[in-house]
């Protein structure tokens, strides 16, 4: 067995163990990149000899006998909406191509104290604007288990590095599904933090209130370690919260007896995949005979968030995105006469389709004649999407549905049909609009052997029950098998 192939969980007793280096281990994984990634495509940049410069710092570290953080030399890839010092940060945009941050995300940081190894940055939508990775600039990403479909996205780059083996773990961005969807079309574990648990410093902001990155991995206790280092009060966002955060990894037990699961019947209905409906329902009841309480409950409001995340989520993202001008730093036109010319052109030939879709949607729903009828209206139902989520966490103790209507699409499928593509996104955005943590998880292949994700939703900073469950699932179904079989 490759040293790629194993999770950071049993890599880092490893690594303890010195039953094999960092080094080897990060050689590895660049290998496994060189192999496979003209057929996926995840990565946007690879940083070969910063990773092995941090690989050799770390074993001598480990030589000397210094007490290391338990992820210390394990391989990382990053999406590209994360700044990164000295690495250029791309949002997959032409607007940012030649962009190299000149300060790191407070994330990277948290990563780079943890000691471990920054392999590069992962492919993704346009400005995380997207569910299938292509409206990347730079590639196509392709799904590890079968390359004529899509990762899914926007975080698609990092979801189809695990899947492939090209990265043990990886960071993704969730705005309205982002981590959660590619997760389950590449049948990797994938979680969104509750809004506040993860500082957003140095994130390239989509949209401010939805934004949050999160961790992905071949295993629930790989997420929950990833999630400690990344989680935390950070005095450079405002809306970080300060309050403890556990260690998740340390506290991991199975929850099952007793578990309060509410089961709504809204995430259930026509649109959602008769397979995808039988394995969660099968997985729900594998919950069940374990001694979970299995509760039917109504979120009678969700049929309105696809249309309440589009209007916020663009609203934010017009004003977010006012700041790529040509002026300050980026993408500027070579050809243009006087300053609004130089703006026009600049944004006009910077900046794809769909994110041009998002910024005139979102400036319309803001503009004097229509903030009334769609900005505010959106906003009430997003207090009463929340409010309903609150109502149902007072008698259930995390809420199980799909994660994704189907399993992943083919490329090019839906790309000129942006209503079909948004759908997508109909069981993660609420997670989002309600500021909840959620956490996606293979549930089985389906008859086209394509991988499908159960989601679960916890309460508000509950990420350790919500662990938990998730990893009780995980031991029911004997853990996950998460690389690609198809490579
Ligand atoms: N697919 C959704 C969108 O296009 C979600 C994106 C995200 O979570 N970043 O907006």
Do not use: W
Not at 8 to 27: D, F, P, T, V, W
Not at 241 to 259: H, M, Q, R, T, V
Not at 449 to 467: S, Y
């Amino acid at each position: 067995m490759r040293l790629y192939e194993k999770t950071a969980s049993e890599l880092s007793e490893m690594l303890n163990n010195k039953e094999c280096s960092a080094e080897e281990l990060c050689k590895d994984v660049l290998d496994r990149i060189n192999e496979t990634e003209n057929k996926v495509g995840a990565y946007v940049s690879v940083s070969h000899e910063s990773a092995l410069e941090n690989a050799q710092k770390i074993d001598t570290a480990r030589q000397r006998g210094e007490k290391l953080h338990p992820l210390a030399g394990i391989p990382i890839g990053i999406k590209d909406n994360i700044s990164t010092k000295g690495i250029r940060t791309t949002c997959s945009s032409k607007m940012l191509e030649n962009y190299v941050p000149p300060f790191n995300a407070t994330v990277i940081n948290k990563i780079n104290n943890a000691g471990m190894t920054i392999l590069g940055k992962m492919n993704m939508d346009e400005f995380a604007m997207g569910s299938s990775t292509e409206t990347s600039y730079m590639h196509l990403t392709r799904n590890p288990h079968n390359t004529d479909c899509v990762p899914g996205g926007s975080s698609g780059g990092s979801a189809a590095a695990v899947s492939a083996g090209e990265a043990i773990v990886t960071l993704g961005s969730d705005t309205g599904g982002s981590i959660r969807q590619p997760a389950a079309l590449c049948g990797v574990v994938g979680l969104k933090p509750t809004y506040g648990s993860v500082s957003r410093y140095g994130l390239i902001a989509f949209a401010s209130s939805l934004d949050q990155i999160g961790p992905m991995g071949k295993s629930v206790r790989d997420v929950a370690m990833l999630q400690s280092v990344i989680c935390g009060h950070d005095k450079y966002d405002a809306t970080s919260k300060a309050i403890e955060y556990p260690d998740y990894a340390s506290n991991l037990k199975e929850n099952a007896k007793g578990l309060k699961i509410g089961i709504p019947k809204e995430y259930f209905g026509s649109g959602i995949d008769d397979e995808v409906k039988d394995s969660v329902m099968k997985a729900i009841k594998e919950f069940e005979l374990n001694g979970a309480e299995i509760k039917e409950i109504t979120l009678p409001s969700t049929e309105y968030a696809i249309n309440t995340y589009y209007i916020i989520a663009s609203a934010e993202a017009s004003s977010n995105l006012a700041r790529f001008d040509g002026v300050k730093y980026g993408y500027r036109a070579e050809n243009y006469s006087g300053l609004t010319d130089m703006y026009e052109k600049t944004r006009s030939e910077g900046f794809g389709d769909e994110v041009k879709r998002r910024i005139m949607l979102g400036t319309f729903v803001l503009s004097s004649g229509y903030f009334d009828a769609y900005y505010k209206k959106a906003i009430r139902i997003q207090n009463r999407i929340s409010s309903e989520f609150s109502s149902a966490f007072e008698e259930c103790d995390i809420i199980a549905t799909p994660t994704v209507p189907a399993s992943a699409f083919k490329i090019g499928e839906n790309i000129n049909d942006p209503v079909k593509m948004y759908y997508n996104d109909v069981c993660t955005v609420t997670a989002n609009i309600a500021g909840l943590p959620a956490i996606s998880l293979p549930c089985g292949m389906d008859s086209k052997n394509m991988p499908m994700g159960l989601q679960l939703i916890g309460n508000k900073f509950a990420e350790q029950t919500l662990l938990n469950s998730a990893y009780t699932y995980e031991k029911i179904c004997g853990g996950f098998d998460a690389l690609s079989k198809a490579l």
